[in-house]
Every structure is written in C-alpha cells, then in structure tokens.
C-alpha cells in the first residue's frame, strides 16, 4: 500500500477545511511539532479510515472534533497498479451513524468503481482483502502506535506468527 492522498475534516484537532495531504509531493518525510499539534492524528485518520478503529479504539464519537457533530475522511493508497479511495464519515446525531465507501480505478484510468457492499461489515471485510492486512497486523508490522512500540516485541512466538500471518 503507498499512501497517495488523505483529507480531513472535524477529525480529532483538524478543522473543517483541514489542509489536504498530498504523498506525491515527497518520497520521505518527517512528521515533526509540539506535543498537541496533530501528527498522531495523521496516522489515527488513516487507521481509522481503513479499518474504523485508532488508538481511541472502537469508539469513532471520541474522534469528532469538539464542538462539531460529524468528521469525514478519505483516504487514497495505490496497490498493485490500482488506486483506491476510502471514505469513512462518522455523524454523531440521531445516536450515532458511519458510512464507508470504498473505490477502485487506476493510474492510467481514472475513472472509478464503486465496491462499496451493502452494509459497512461487508466493505470493511472488501478493505481487509483487497490489503490482506488487519489492523493489528498493520499496527504491529508497519505503524507503530504511540505507547505501543513494543507490542509486537513482547508478545510470545506463536501469537507474532499468528499476527504476521493473518488477513482478516
């Protein structure tokens, strides 16, 4: 997976009409600032557009900026010659509502295809295969959460080979 867009709004400490961060401008980079500023928020939109969960876990309402009542974000990665976008929203009213969307095109064909399924279960389950990579399995391969950097580490042989190796 190769990051290639990823737009905010109301997300944790970013406004409405966050900045767009665009990973086509740069082949590495530095995420750098003020404890506060929002650079773990970065990583937290990005892990929960994929698999809805972050470091706040499961509970997507801890994730609204305050004062606001819904957060948005989409984010797009190229995978075997592929691009992909996902958007997640997450509305507070009403007792709480996400809505997930998942599309497919490419590099030399832009247009896109919807392969969003008829529940957010079904299109969570289409992000984990397409990735074939659980959110675990990211967070204890390839993102190392903060405070968690030695999950993987500590864990015994058997459940490292059992996180290495799953996909769902």
Not at 18 to 34: H, R, V
Request: charged fraction near 25%; charge should be positive; proline fraction near 3%.
């Amino acid at each position: 997976m190769i990051p290639v867009l990823l737009k905010l709004s109301n997300f944790t400490s970013y406004g409405e009409k966050a900045p767009e961060l665009n990973f086509t401008k740069f082949k590495l980079a530095a995420i750098s600032g003020p404890n506060g500023a929002g650079k773990s928020s970065l990583l937290d939109a990005i892990t929960w557009c994929l698999w809805g969960t972050s470091r706040a876990g499961d509970s997507s309402d801890e994730l609204v900026r305050l004062g606001s009542d819904k957060m948005f974000v989409q984010f797009s990665f190229e995978l075997d010659g592929n691009l992909y976008t996902v958007k997640r929203a997450r509305s507070k009213k009403s007792g709480g509502n996400t809505s997930l969307e998942v599309w497919s095109g490419t590099e030399k064909k832009p247009e896109t295809h919807n392969l969003t399924e008829g529940t957010i279960k079904a299109s969570q389950q289409k992000i984990i295969d397409t990735l074939h990579l659980s959110f675990e399995t990211f967070t204890n391969s390839s993102f190392l959460r903060q405070g968690h950097a030695d999950e993987f580490t500590t864990k015994g042989p058997t459940d490292r080979k059992r996180i290495l190796a799953k996909k769902k």
